[in-house]
């Protein structure tokens, strides 16, 4: 059964429609990509599935590139196996599921961003959600209510570095060539910093830069002053078939949107230019006991000045050694 969903006003309605495909009366289930949103159980995942992979193989601007899941003949019909991992690991600008009538919630378990991704925000939208939650990881849960799902770049993002680099920043801003790339296998732009939208995102970066610089991970959040300047993520541009960018490792998965809009999904962005150090709105930094403390603006300057006095001891005497924690064990 095919329906056409609309909540608000006709002008609303054009904007956000979405074919919804509820294929399973109490469905548990969500699947999204670009227009279609297909509602079914659990239990009938297998049964429904050549449904949902037939019509993204269909229209999907790399088909030829993407292998669908294992699939065997039953009862005269075509089953895939797996549909919603297939799905979340290949399909990188759908959105995966488990929706909750009763609680109006939409848990998010792929990797698509909440907060910037235009089709979460037209899902919630479309089924009516009270909220939006997702677990990235196994210490990370995070609870979204409606309004809070921009559908866009939001205007405080995150860039995750270390205290290596801390000095520099505070006094001329955040700029690309401060260092040498810590990825040393994948391509280092001159004139591009990168960002997520999201704190945990950055977090992650910023333990892998303290990692291989010796130094306390820490994360600033800044305002963007120029949103003219914002560019797709390389990883994201990549995967979207785009060559503005050069990347040495081949994309395992597809955007089936422009390297923009999959920026968006994802939640990763590139800013052209420097970011100012009066843009910077505060610092977290990742202590020997794995907690993050907020640094607010208020206190950069007794922080530049601690540096400058006392190198390093400024940090062990405040936060500890230096973090040995392994990404994302945090």
Do not use: C
């Amino acid at each position: 059964m095919i329906v056409y969903i609309s909540m608000l006003s006709f002008a609303d309605f054009m904007l956000n429609e979405m074919l919804l495909h509820k294929l399973d009366a109490e469905a548990d289930v969500v699947i999204a990509w670009r227009q279609h949103l297909w509602l079914l159980t659990w239990a009938n995942e297998k049964k429904h599935g050549k449904k949902i992979i037939d019509t993204i193989l269909k229209d999907h601007p790399r088909k030829g590139e993407i292998q669908p899941p294992l699939s065997w003949k039953r009862h005269g019909r075509i089953e895939y196996d797996d549909v919603t991992s297939w799905v979340s690991d290949e399909i990188k600008d759908a959105v995966v599921g488990q929706w909750d009538q009763k609680t109006k919630s939409l848990h998010i378990t792929n990797s698509i961003n909440p907060v910037s991704s235009p089709l979460v925000k037209k899902v919630a939208f479309t089924l009516g959600a009270r909220q939006v939650t997702q677990e990235p990881d196994e210490d990370n849960s995070f609870k979204y209510k409606k309004k809070e799902l921009v559908g866009n770049f939001p205007k405080q993002v995150f860039h995750g570095t270390s205290t290596k680099y801390l000095r520099s920043i505070l006094s001329t801003g955040i700029q690309a060539g401060q260092g040498q790339s810590n990825y040393p296998n994948i391509a280092w732009y001159e004139d591009r910093v990168f960002f997520s939208t999201t704190l945990s995102e950055a977090q992650h970066h910023a333990i892998h830069t303290a990692q291989r610089t010796n130094a306390w991970p820490i994360v600033f959040a800044v305002q963007l002053p120029d949103p003219s300047r914002i560019e797709p993520d390389f990883d994201v541009d990549t995967s979207a078939g785009q060559t503005s960018y050069q990347h040495n490792i081949k994309a395992s998965s597809f955007y089936s949107v422009n390297p923009l809009k999959a920026s968006k999904q994802a939640g990763l962005l590139a800013y052209k230019g420097r970011v100012p150090a009066n843009f910077i709105d505060y610092i977290s930094i990742l202590n020997s006991a794995k907690k993050w403390v907020k640094i607010p603006k208020s206190r950069f300057k007794s922080v530049l000045n601690g540096m400058n006095n006392q190198g390093d001891d400024y940090f062990y005497m405040r936060y500890g050694e230096p973090s040995s924690t392994s990404k994302r064990d945090w």
